[in-house]
């Protein structure tokens, strides 16, 4: 079954530096998104991505995080500048296109674990 | 705007028992209203979703969930809990079929099961 795989599991970057976090959606969706979960606290939504561009994002999106696509494969989340408040969980999720009359389940990666020192 | 209220961070029921979670929305437009779960160390996986059809929606795994408009209320049951059923349960809401719209999540509850 195919499945959003995303790299590395775990990294620890020190307070200011840049990190990437990568994502492998399923092949055949064409919507990208990000969600965090700072520990303890709630999923939430970052950005969608489609058709090579934003979609939508939420206000934690600000100028310190950009998203790219890439190559045909990869879906990425930059941190230029990470901060302390940084640490969490980010996942990764993609849905296939959309077709009326139905919903287009969002299908979320094991998630990526950013410590900021 | 919408949002998602769990009620109880954490929940304690035998094997065997009765499981509900309870999750209370709020949405400015009909919304889609959905349960997923996480394991340990896992993303996480949809149980299921009401998407303005049945407001009586089956999962995966024996869960089920009800659309109440009246209450906001989108509860998740399950008649007979399994040990395997400890996780965490978020609800989640979101305002269209799909495509670019992000989930909304609630803080989740954490399910024990009791042997």
């Known amino acids: 079954e195919p499945e959003v795989t995303q790299t590395p599991s775990h990294q620890v970057t020190q307070m200011g530096q840049e990190v990437i976090l990568r994502c492998v959606p399923i092949?055949?969706?064409?919507?990208f998104y990000w969600y965090r979960q700072i520990l303890g606290q709630k999923v939430e939504f970052l950005v969608s991505?489609?058709?090579?561009?934003?979609?939508?994002k939420s206000e934690i999106f600000d100028d310190q995080f950009s998203v790219e696509r890439p190559d045909g494969s990869n879906f990425t989340l930059k941190i230029r500048s990470t901060k302390l408040e940084d640490s969490a969980m980010y996942f990764c999720?993609?849905?296939?296109?959309?077709?009326?009359?139905?919903?287009?389940?969002?299908?979320f990666g094991p998630g990526t674990r950013l410590t900021v020192l | 705007a919408q949002s998602v209220t769990q009620l109880g961070s954490h929940v304690s029921v035998s094997e065997g028992a009765l499981v509900l979670l309870r999750c209370n929305y709020s949405s400015s437009v009909p919304p889609y209203l959905f349960w997923y779960v996480q394991y340990p160390n896992q993303g996480l996986q949809l149980l299921l979703k009401y998407t303005s059809a049945a407001t009586l929606v089956k999962g995966i795994n024996g869960f089920e969930a009800e659309f109440k408009k009246s209450e906001t209320s989108f509860h998740l049951t399950k008649p007979s809990a399994h040990m395997s059923d400890a996780a965490e349960y978020f609800c989640a809401v979101t305002r269209s079929g799909g495509g670019a719209d992000g989930l909304t999540f609630g803080k989740g509850t954490h399910l024990i099961i009791q042997p």
């Open positions: 092949s055949n969706h064409l919507y």
């Open positions: 991505f489609y058709n090579n561009e934003i979609s939508e």
């Open positions: 999720a993609s849905s296939r296109p959309m077709t009326a009359g139905s919903y287009n389940e969002q299908f």
